[in-house]
């Protein structure tokens, strides 16, 4: 397993890398998915492997030691979430580690945010985040939107929620005067009946309606600013870490293509040792380094806190969510017939990247969200099109 952090690695997270590698190979191998991408309708993780993971220290990386975190940063939560993707874990990782975790900390100075990040770094609480659609992280105009009143907040407005069912928060940013804030909201105080959707990689996603939602005054984090401003933790922080997870499951399928070709026959050859099939293969690998070294330049400034620190992270985005869907379909075509089977554990990855690839902004959003931060307004104004035409 390569390292995600260039230069010099520090011990502690190099050893937690490998421990995690091991246990999700013992605990968690990818057939997993196939529990919850075909079972029946619930709940798409184990409480108590998540547990476990939590007792490993995974869900305390990056948060402060005063609430019983390792006190250490997003370099190292993207070691583990790398190694997380390699294996499709299917806990929360993704909504969690990836998006949650960054929110909080970006409010950690008040008793609510605080005592939530306690929760998460114990394991105690899964919390989950309402990203807006790719229409609205374009126009920053937010789905669901909040009024104050004499007791609180009172919400209104839908927003479509990874691990519902089974999550115990969700942080939702909501529309105000003056801008936008984030409101811790129970699940149960959404309408109801819920239905779920099971997606492609076994998760579930639920569409809440929160209209009439009530919610106490210390349920809002952070004063009201700029749209892009309070994002700003799930399309940095959170979209640098989602672009780790994609590299990993990228580069877990590409090896899974390269050992298939090693062995497979066809007209008395090995598939493998044909040149144009070599020409492919090697062409992907070259691809996978680049993006590494994207993804890792991105996670270091936002671990940082480095002024182009948003550049960076669009950039390994658009990147890690480009070639993650690449690599899979590639991998697909390279094992022939066998890949398109539910047995090839190949077509998994294939669902997870597509699947991914819209966690915290997809690879056109972020795509053209670079190009506007470079100041290319044309390249910019096209994509933005183009992504609205998606939504």
């Not at 583990?80 to 960054?102: D, F, K, M, Q």
Request: hydrophobic share 45%; glycine share 10%.
């Amino acid at each position: 397993m390569s390292d995600l952090v260039v230069g010099e690695v520090d011990d502690d997270v190099a050893d937690l890398a490998r421990i995690a590698d091991r246990w999700l190979r013992d605990h968690s191998p990818v057939g997993r998915v196939r529990d919850y991408l075909y079972g029946p309708p619930g709940v798409s993780f184990d409480r108590s492997l998540w547990a476990e993971q939590a007792g490993l220290g995974w869900t305390s990386l990056a948060v402060p030691e005063s609430l019983g975190g390792a006190g250490l940063t997003s370099t190292a939560a993207g070691r583990l979430v790398e190694v997380c993707g390699r294996y499709l874990t299917p806990e929360p990782v993704l909504s969690t580690i990836c998006l949650a975790t960054p929110v909080l900390l970006a409010h950690q100075s008040e008793q609510e945010a605080s005592r939530v990040l306690h929760g998460v770094a114990t394991g105690e609480l899964v919390v989950t985040v309402a990203v807006p659609r790719a229409g609205a992280l374009v126009s920053g105009e937010l789905e669901v939107r909040a009024e104050e009143y004499e007791h609180g907040w009172r919400l209104a407005g839908r927003a479509t929620v990874l691990d519902i069912p089974g999550a115990d928060l969700i942080l939702v940013p909501a529309a105000v005067p003056g801008g936008c804030r984030w409101f811790l909201v129970d699940p149960d105080e959404a309408n109801g009946p819920w239905r779920s959707r099971t997606l492609l990689d076994g998760r579930r996603c639920t569409p809440l309606d929160f209209a009439g939602a009530e919610l106490s005054a210390d349920r809002a984090l952070g004063p009201a600013t700029e749209w892009g401003s309070a994002l700003d933790p799930i399309l940095t922080t959170g979209a640098a870490l989602v672009s780790a997870w994609l590299l990993g499951l990228a580069e877990r399928a590409f090896e899974l293509t390269v050992e298939y070709l090693k062995i497979r026959r066809q007209f008395g050859a090995l598939i493998g040792s044909y040149q144009g099939l070599q020409h492919r293969a090697s062409r992907m690998y070259c691809d996978l380094e680049v993006t590494r070294s994207v993804v890792e330049s991105a996670i270091e400034a936002a671990a940082a806190g480095l002024p182009n620190a948003p550049l960076e992270a669009s950039s390994a985005k658009a990147r890690a969510g480009d070639l993650a869907l690449h690599v899979t379909a590639e991998a697909i075509q390279l094992h022939g017939g066998i890949g398109m089977t539910e047995e090839a554990d190949v077509g998994l990855y294939f669902k997870a990247a597509r699947v991914a690839d819209h966690v915290a902004g997809d690879h056109q959003f972020h795509r053209s969200r670079a190009g506007l931060l470079l100041g290319i307004d044309t390249v910019g104004d096209q994509l933005t099109s183009q992504e609205a035409r998606h939504d």
